[in-house]
């Protein structure tokens, strides 16, 4: 497991591929967040709407698209 040094590393170098634009990082709106679908109790409506957008993604990725 980590601790907080290798995670202040981490943040470092992810900070570093941001500014070189190595990684591109777009806004997602709270109510998209696809990691909600793990780590919280969700509604049957939006868990059906993430299921849904995780299959979409998995099939655009497999297509070589992008999502």
């Known amino acids: 497991m980590k601790g907080p040094k290798h995670i202040a ?3 470092h170098f992810i900070r570093e591929k941001i500014v070189s634009r190595d990684i591109k ?3 997602v709106n709270w109510n998209d967040q696809l990691g ?3 780590i ?3 509604r049957e409506t939006r868990m059906i709407r993430f299921v849904t957008n995780l299959v979409y993604m998995i099939y655009m990725h497999q297509l070589g698209g992008e999502y």
Do not use: A, M, P
Request: proline share 0%; glycine share 0%; with cysteine.
């Open 25 to 27: 990082t777009k806004f």
């Open 40 to 42: 919280k109790s969700l």
């Open 36 to 38: 909600d679908i793990v």
């Open 9 to 11: 590393i981490d943040c």
